[in-house]
């Protein structure tokens, strides 16, 4: 059988990493997928290095819509990034009847509904593995292998830059903008690392998550985002003496009101494996009624890690391009016709553990006055540390980690402690979860 012909738009890292992975384990991946598969046309902006990417017999161009447009082409593998010339190139790929393989979270997070809508009418695959945590195969867990579940909740560290700048300010005490450099530099950071700091790019994946375990439309918009940039090395520090480390977590969670659909700064109890998952490793933890918890660990960015799981896409495309479009993986793990239309959460109903830190003044009655703010909104505290001033006269930091609370009552009570005269500036808070 002839070799399928792929277009690979983006010589980037990822779209670099792919050439060199399917260069370089082309006879196994041929075994695999029943015949060999080459990149017979690519283009990039700038394509002056395609030669050192083992690319000497691939077409090259400046303009992606070339390579989408030509007949020959039967894969359109989309490593550009972004939503304005991806979603353009993607939507006219479908168009014409090619498959498409992403690794676009941005693209499918936001108009994820309708390219599936489109790939449907077309009988066109779109496949997306490498959207979500890098090169772990959480996609297919969890829309294949997880398929006899009703899933309960998930939690990942799904963005890697982040992990590795909250690893490295607890381990090595370095500075957050320093260790953002390096990852810039390894090429973990998105394009605009804003994405990455300020937990867009996690949101963008949860976002698939969550739509894949709930069987849900994609609903970025009802994401409820919260980045690390917040996040100091006195928090960090307070975490480890109260036995948590701070991960940036994704959560999604089934609950009898609607979805909670959320990403934030999170204290997790420091024996779970997930508070020990470091650098740019992701991991999720998945939990279904009949399997029980599941754990799934590995790269979550990085130039071969993300190209594994693209090229696992490609061998998949090509396996199915001869089967009955009817009797493929949904795209999103559920019938399109059978989604639900549960609600998602808004952030103030949902209920979690807080850690909280504030500057009091010390002096007689100002604990006393917090607690009693607490205590009338049914808010318990777990445990409580007084930092020692460092001169006398000086104000002290109060640490605290609470029970279980609405998010609702603890931001009414966060305003009322605010407002008192005894409370210095600003009460910083991060969730805390058990994943227990
Ligand atoms: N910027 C992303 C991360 C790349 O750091 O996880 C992988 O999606």
Redesign the pocket.
């Known amino acids: 059988m002839k070799p399928v012909k792929v277009g690979l738009l983006g010589l980037g890292t990822v779209g670099g990493g792919t050439a060199t992975v399917l260069s370089r384990n082309a006879e196994e991946i041929a075994r695999r997928a029943g015949r060999g598969i080459v990149i017979d046309y690519a283009a990039a902006l700038d394509t002056s290095h395609a030669t050192r990417l083992g690319l000497t017999r691939t077409r090259l161009s400046n303009n992606a819509l070339d390579v989408v447009e030509d007949p020959e082409i039967e894969i359109i593998v989309e490593l550009i990034g972004g939503y304005t010339i991806a979603r353009d190139v993607v939507m006219k790929a479908i168009q014409s009847g090619k498959h498409v393989v992403t ?1 676009n ?1 941005a693209l499918i997070a936001l108009h994820g509904n309708e390219i599936f809508a489109a790939a449907q009418a077309n009988n066109v695959i779109v496949a997306f593995e490498a ?4 090169g772990i195969p959480i996609i297919k867990s969890l829309r294949e292998g997880l398929a006899a579940n009703h899933i309960e909740w998930l939690a990942g560290i ?7 700048i909250l690893s490295e300010m607890r381990e090595k005490n370095r500075a957050f903008d320093d260790v953002l450099a390096e ?1 810039q530099t390894l090429g ?3 394009a605009d690392p804003t ?2 700091v300020e937990g867009i ?2 949101a963008h ?1 949860l976002t698939i998550l969550s739509s894949i375990a709930f069987g849900i439309p994609l609903q970025f918009e009802h994401t409820y985002v919260e980045g690390i940039s917040r996040v100091t090395r006195e928090d960090v520090a307070n975490a480890a003496e109260l036995g948590y480390r701070i991960k940036h977590l994704g959560i999604a969670r089934r609950t009898g009101h609607g979805i909670e659909q959320r990403v934030h700064p999170t204290l997790v109890p420091s024996q779970r494996l997930m508070a020990h998952v470091n650098g ?1 490793m ?1 991991a999720v933890v998945v939990k279904g009624d009949a399997v029980g918890p599941t754990l799934y660990y590995g790269a ?2 990085g130039a071969e890690p ?1 190209a594994s799981a693209v090229v696992a896409d490609i061998v998949d495309v090509v396996r199915a391009m001869t089967a009955d479009p009817n009797n493929r993986v949904p795209h999103l793990a559920f019938q399109p016709s059978r989604l639900a239309d549960t609600p998602i959460l808004p952030i103030d109903a949902v209920e979690t553990a807080f850690y909280l830190r504030m500057r009091a003044n010390d002096r007689p009655g100002v604990l006393a006055d917090i607690t009693r703010i607490l205590g009338d909104r049914g808010i318990s505290i777990e445990s409580l540390i007084q930092k020692d001033p460092e001169l006398v006269d000086q104000d002290v930091d109060i640490i605290m980690l609470t029970q279980r609370v609405r998010e609702g009552n603890m931001n009414e009570a966060v305003r009322a402690i605010e407002a008192l005269d005894s409370i210095c500036g600003r009460v910083t808070r991060i969730r805390v979860e058990s994943l227990g």
């Not at 959207?131 to 890098?134: H, N």
């Not at 799904?158 to 590795?164: E, P, Q, R």
């Open positions: 690794a979270k959207a979500v945590a890098g799904i963005n890697g830059t982040g992990n590795f990852a973990y950071a998105e994405f990455d790019d996690a994946k740019v992701n979550g960015a993300t």
